[in-house]
DNA sequence: GCCAACGTTGGC
DNA sequence: GCCAACGTTGGC
């Protein structure tokens, strides 16, 4: 799949309406999965939101170091968004399926942690929310962009993005080795990160969390690092 | 629709 | 920079 950064939002007027998300407090993520995973619908299913206004949780992986693609370079750190007007920036570059769907599942609201990869410290550096649900991601139609896609049309756009903006860096980092050592200790202590996305699919650039995922890994903030 | 070859992701 | 994991492509 294609990285998962994005670039500026400069380029899409980020615009707000809403709706919420949903999430049952089961077993969400595996059932959004089941619901999203594979399918290469095209249409958006508008939101099977049964009128639940649960939040989804997710996270996005980003490159923070630059890294030249087709001559672009593809960097963008929680840095790079914080210093984006309004703090916001489309989520541009997702070339794979599965991330598309998740795309397209996100809701207004949405939180995400955004993560800093394939760099020095990969790990989770802040928390982002979804401010424009999935639109077509112009890139794919751009013959200089890195993520030109010749066999997408306009018509029928194969790529999608959302808008997401700045909530907050965490109060410290929260490293991939971190979250790993709770992963591995939580496969047999039966622990909220024993099935975690970053861990069993591993290189899907947008990923899902549950309830029970997310809140875990945000008490650890207020903890000190291992 | 199988599956080998190939390309990409991303930690280390 | 190496390379394991794994997604995608395309011949058959």
Redesign the pocket.
């Known amino acids: 799949?294609?990285?998962?950064w994005k670039r500026l939002a400069g380029t899409s007027g980020p615009d707000k309406k809403g709706l919420s998300g949903k999430r049952t407090k089961t077993e969400n993520s595996n059932e959004l999965s089941a619901l999203v995973e594979n399918s290469n619908a095209q249409t958006t299913s508008d939101s099977k939101n049964h009128g639940q206004n649960l939040s989804n949780y997710w996270l996005m992986?980003t490159?923070p170091e630059s890294r030249l693609?087709k001559g672009v370079d593809v960097k963008f750190s929680i840095e790079d968004l914080k210093a984006e007007p309004e703090q916001t920036a489309c989520w541009d570059g997702v070339?794979?399926?599965?991330a598309r769907n998740f795309l397209r599942a996100m809701k207004l609201e949405d939180e995400a942690f955004f993560?800093h990869?394939?760099?020095k410290e990969?790990g989770i550096a802040g928390l982002v929310k979804i401010v424009k649900e999935a639109y077509p991601d112009h890139t794919q139609f751009e013959k200089n962009s890195p993520h030109y896609d010749p066999s997408s049309k306009k018509d029928n756009p194969k790529w999608f993005m959302v808008d997401v903006q700045l909530v907050r860096k965490l109060k410290r980092f929260i490293s991939?080795?971190e979250l790993?050592t709770y992963h591995q200790a939580h496969k047999t202590s039966d622990g909220p990160l024993k099935n975690m996305a970053?861990f069993?699919?591993?290189?899907?650039?947008i990923q899902s969390l549950t309830q029970e995922e997310f809140d875990f890994i945000l008490h650890l903030e207020e903890k000190e690092a291992n």
Not at 1 to 4: L, S
Not at 95 to 98: A, D
Not at 200 to 205: D, I, M
């Open positions: 799949m294609p990285r998962p992986k490159e693609e070339r794979n399926y599965q993560y990869s394939n760099c990969p991939l080795a790993k970053l069993t699919r591993q290189r899907l650039s």
